[in-house]
């Protein structure tokens, strides 16, 4: 009996589809899986790339007019115009001690009498004297006339009269430094003496100051020689009292220029007498020019990152530096001579996350801040 071979797969039979499918569901597998692992909306492929940079958020204020003045500020401590130390002339007992500190005196009012018993008897015995050698000296003038006492005799007793007098007038005077006197007009600062004290010759007793007037005294670099002037406008404010401002006048200015530091003096006046007291510190301002219609920005629009004054503007929604040219600065703002049109918008907040070119979202475009504060100025002008 013969084996019967199989016959050939026929073309058109079924294992050519198994075959076609089988190719089919593998090709199909791998694109799932490039599908899960390649780059495409959820990966970090060509989609990733091609998404544009977030905005950074930022605020905005528009360059703006508004009156700006030019200053020089400094601080000095105010001092009084007029200070004294009162001086005991003589030595005794104090009997009497009328004033007491921050009492204001004025110049010639009795301040302390000490005792002057010694001083009187004194004044008595030079009295005496001066009367005893006046007798004489007219005695001795009839017996010239007679010539019975010569010229030298004379001419002596007259000596002996003009030192007895002189002697009288020097025991009056120390009579009278028993009732000590304020020289200058002001309030007692510190007293040393109480009644019943021995009180020596020389020793201080009071200080009086002069509160009518305050000077403060600045010391200021030569560059400002040419624009700080006697008579302008000076404003204070002191520390020990906030929110309150003093105006006063640059009353002098020193001519020289000390060679060692580079400055020169400005000694400003106020008037005392009120809440200002000697010894107070104060902040100095004094305005020498203003400008009526100035371009200002604020302040803390400007870049710190060089060496010339820079801001961020916008344009079309991106961050573009410009480099400008300041004029004056006056608290918040600073004039803008150069590099800025009034409406500008200058980046205030989110400066420090910008570059050139960043896209940007404006999240306050229309502060005109400067313009509105400009408007309450001058209406409170």
């Excluded at 009162?86 to 921050?102: E, P």
């Excluded at 005893?132 to 007259?158: I, P």
């Excluded at 006048?249 to 007291?277: A, C, E, H, K």
Aim: proline share 5%; charged share 25%.
């Amino acid at each position: 009996m013969h084996d019967i071979a199989p016959a050939p797969a026929s073309r058109h039979g079924r294992s050519l589809p198994i075959a076609r499918l089988a190719t089919l569901a593998l090709v199909l597998a791998l694109a799932a899986c490039k599908g899960e692992g390649g780059p495409g909306k959820d990966g970090n492929g060509e989609a990733d790339a091609n998404k544009p940079p977030e905005a950074v958020p930022v605020e905005v204020a528009r360059a703006a007019r508004r009156p700006i003045a030019a200053s020089y500020n400094g601080t000095a401590a105010l001092e009084a115009r007029g200070e004294a130390q009162v001086v005991a002339k003589t030595s005794g007992i104090a009997l009497q001690v009328l004033v007491d500190v921050g009492q204001q005196v004025r110049a010639g009012q009795v301040l302390v009498r000490i005792d002057r018993d010694r001083a009187t008897l004194q004044v008595a015995q030079a009295d005496a004297q001066v009367r005893k050698l006046e007798a004489n000296y007219r005695r001795a003038m009839q017996l010239a006339e007679q010539k019975m006492v010569s010229a030298n005799d004379v001419d002596q007793l007259r000596f002996d009269l003009e030192n007895a007098r002189a002697s009288l007038r020097l025991a009056k005077l120390e009579l009278g430094y028993g009732t000590v006197t304020a020289p200058i007009s002001g309030v007692i600062a510190t007293r040393e003496i109480k009644p019943g004290n021995f009180v020596q010759i020389n020793t201080p007793i009071f200080s009086i100051v002069d509160t009518s007037r305050l000077e403060a005294t600045l010391n200021v670099p030569e560059r400002e020689f040419e624009t700080l002037k006697a008579g302008q406008a000076v404003q204070l404010s002191a520390d020990a009292l906030p929110g309150k401002t003093f105006e006063g006048r640059i009353d002098r200015v020193s001519p020289v220029v000390d060679s060692g530091s580079g400055t020169f003096r400005v000694i400003s006046t106020f008037d005392g007498g009120g809440m200002l007291q000697p010894g107070m510190f104060g902040r100095v301002r004094i305005s020498y020019d203003q400008r009526a219609n100035a371009l200002v920005i604020p302040r803390n629009a400007l870049l710190e990152d060089g060496n010339e004054p820079t801001v961020y503007t916008i344009m079309d929604d991106k961050a573009v530096r410009s480099v400008l040219k300041l004029g004056y600065s006056e608290g918040q703002w600073v004039e803008v001579r150069q590099g800025l049109k009034e409406g500008d918008a200058v980046v205030v907040a989110g400066k420090s996350a910008l570059r050139e070119g960043s896209a940007v979202k404006v999240l306050d475009a229309a502060a005109p801040a400067a313009k509105s504060d400009a408007t309450a100025g001058q209406a409170a002008k």
